[in-house]
């Protein structure tokens, strides 16, 4: 069914990666925290238009914009994906362009959102963060996934927590740096062992839920510190340390001196964040942050966001 004498926009912000919360415990493996956020965010626009034209920054989103395309048999429209592109850099976008485009193709043609389609396009997942994290917005905690069970494609959502307005975000890309790719994670994540410090990664976990359910800032932004320090810990054998790169370890010290709690590092990285409880003190950090950086003659990217309430936005415009 074609939509006539209209266009479709969803814009989404990205995700980041706060941890694991489990690793291997019998017989489930893994579990994940997430949290969306509204900077830096990708926006997708659909119109009518003749055959299938895409318009995207990278030859990595033109394909999966296309694959969407062909697996809703989608021609004769124009499809733009606009905002932030970047891939394999710890925010999620190879799911965030996949979800955002297949969001925007369904609303304009008017067809129901499809749990099926999301595994076809996704394939198995590990961690489900960055589907509940566009689909519902703020904190969300996923199952993980059990040991047989290849009835799951990917882990449910267990958990799904607001995050105060006043707390905000700084998040940190350096230029230059790139963390995995998922092809290159698939042999780690296959190799999962039990992990000496589950007990204390378990109390931490139960530390954050509690706290954020309280508006704890404090205890929240410690347990968090202490999940992100487990987490690295974990995969410090892969990475070569607590964070993928020692650019990153130093980047998050001076986020920590400038005042911001629970920093850590999304996914593989390389990109880091913190919190903070007030948007003066965000932007003050930011600007001290931006300022460390041009004196080392670094490139980075700082972003000042509060978590997304909604994940995605759906937009629809008319035209003549």
């Not at 925010?91 to 193709?105: E, I």
């Not at 230029?175 to 062992?193: A, C, F």
Request: charged residues 20%.
């Amino acid at each position: 069914m074609r939509s006539n004498g209209r266009a479709v926009e969803v814009r989404a912000g990205y995700r980041l990666h706060l941890g694991f919360y489990r690793f291997y415990d019998h017989p489930y493996v893994y579990g994940s925290i997430g949290i969306s956020i509204e900077e830096p965010y990708i926006s997708v626009f659909i119109r009518s238009g003749q055959g299938l034209r895409i318009k995207c920054k990278t030859k990595l989103c033109e394909g999966l914009v296309e694959t969407v395309a062909k697996l809703l048999k989608v021609n004769d429209v124009d499809i733009d994906v606009d905002g932030f592109i970047k891939h394999h850099v710890g925010l999620g976008s190879r799911t965030r362009v996949l979800l955002t485009t297949y969001s925007a193709l369904t609303h304009y043609l008017g067809v129901e959102f499809s749990p099926a389609h999301i595994a076809n396009l996704l394939g198995r997942k590990i961690s489900g963060v960055g589907i509940y994290s566009f689909l519902y917005g703020n904190l969300v905690v996923d199952s993980g996934l059990k040991v047989g069970d290849e009835s799951l494609s990917y882990p449910r959502l267990l958990h799904l927590y607001e995050v105060p307005e006043d707390w905000y975000l700084i998040v940190v890309l350096p230029e230059g740096l790139s963390g995995l790719s998922e092809e290159e994670e698939v042999g780690i994540i296959k190799e999962v062992d039990v992990f000496p410090k589950q007990e204390a990664l378990y109390k931490e976990f139960v530390g954050l839920l509690t706290s954020l359910s309280l508006k704890d800032f404090n205890n929240f932004t410690k347990a968090l510190s202490k999940i992100q320090q487990l987490t690295g810990e974990y995969f410090s054998k892969y990475q070569g340390g607590i964070f993928a790169h020692d650019l990153n370890d130093d980047l998050a010290k001076h986020l920590e001196r400038e005042g911001a709690r629970g920093v850590g590092q999304s996914s593989w990285g390389p990109t880091i964040y913190g919190f903070v409880d007030n948007y003066v003190k965000a932007l003050s950090v930011r600007t001290s942050l931006l300022s460390y950086a041009e004196k080392r003659g670094l490139e980075i990217r700082c972003w000042v966001t509060n978590a997304s309430k909604f994940g995605h936005q759906v937009f629809i415009h008319k035209v003549s």
